[in-house]
């Protein structure tokens, strides 16, 4: 891991840094300059917590480029009604137009991916994009097989094989392309990861007017299904832990749906 490093000339000795390293691998030294502890440099997670809340600029970490670690405007951050607004505009899409979300776009889109929280700072997943309808029909196809050999006996899967064999996208919604997380088979955090990840992956995309949906029967078959596996280059020390499909909305929202009360224990 990497060691911690301090700028002597811009840090004003307020440890704050020590303070938010989650693995408590700095300290301050006789001069109240942070630095590592003995066995920081081992502890380390490369989380960039002493990076992110230093206000002086004065911490940096041994090999990580300072173009790995700008300073946004955040000042810019929307008001909080507007913030809310945002956060509850977004809807699963289902229909979506037929033009596919350019390159650039997607490319902005998991720039922002890049910075999901993930367990212990690990950034496990590897993602993978279906960026054509082909490429998705055969996907689909392959999610058809697998459920008429993983589960021949449900009634419901049964019934999505013929609607999509009959020519209804029951799987993708007529969506023109694909984003799904893989995670390391032996890391227990991998689907919450993939959860979260794949959380800010809608949301970023929600911000640069892309809709999405997510991918629930894809994954349920995609995590067991190895000919399915196989197809996108999912390895064997791998699982494939989520999807969406995403694509430009033919609609746009104008209410907020009903929901359930919240259920909160206070103790």
């Not at 000042?75 to 509850?88: D, G, M, R, S, V």
């Not at 999901?116 to 689909?140: D, F, H």
Request: net charge neutral; glycine share 8%; hydrophobic share 40%.
């Amino acid at each position: 891991m990497p060691a911690f490093l301090v700028d002597t000339h811009h840090c004003k000795k307020d440890g704050i840094c020590v303070s938010v390293c989650p693995v408590a691998a700095l300290r301050l030294n006789d001069d109240n300059f942070p630095e590592n502890t003995p066995e920081g440099a081992a502890q380390c997670i490369s989380c960039g917590q002493c990076i992110a809340f230093c206000p002086h600029g004065a911490c940096s970490l041994e090999g990580v480029a300072v173009a790995d670690t700008p300073t946004p405007n955040f000042a810019k951050k929307p008001p909080e009604e507007q913030l809310t607004a945002f956060l509850l505009s977004r809807r699963s899409i289902r229909q979506y137009r037929k033009e596919p979300v350019p390159q650039s776009t997607v490319d902005a889109i998991m720039e922002g991916v890049r910075y999901a929280p993930s367990a212990a700072n690990t950034q496990p997943l590897r993602w993978i994009l279906i960026n054509s309808r082909e490429n998705l029909k055969k996907v689909g196809d392959l999610v058809a097989q697998g459920m008429e050999t993983l589960a021949p006996d449900d009634a419901h899967l049964r019934s999505t094989v013929t609607a999509w064999r009959s020519g209804t996208d029951v799987y993708f919604r007529g969506a023109p392309q694909m984003m799904i997380a893989v995670a390391p088979k032996d890391w227990s955090w991998g689907r919450e990861d993939g959860a979260v990840a794949l959380t800010y992956f809608e949301l970023h995309a929600l911000a640069h007017g892309v809709g999405c949906c997510w991918a629930g029967y894809f994954t349920a078959i995609g995590a067991k299904y190895t000919p399915l596996q196989k197809f996108l280059g999912v390895e064997e020390h791998e699982v494939i832990v989520g999807g969406q499909f995403f694509g430009i909305s033919k609609l746009r929202p104008h209410a907020l749906p009903p929901r359930k009360e919240i259920n909160l224990t206070i103790r």
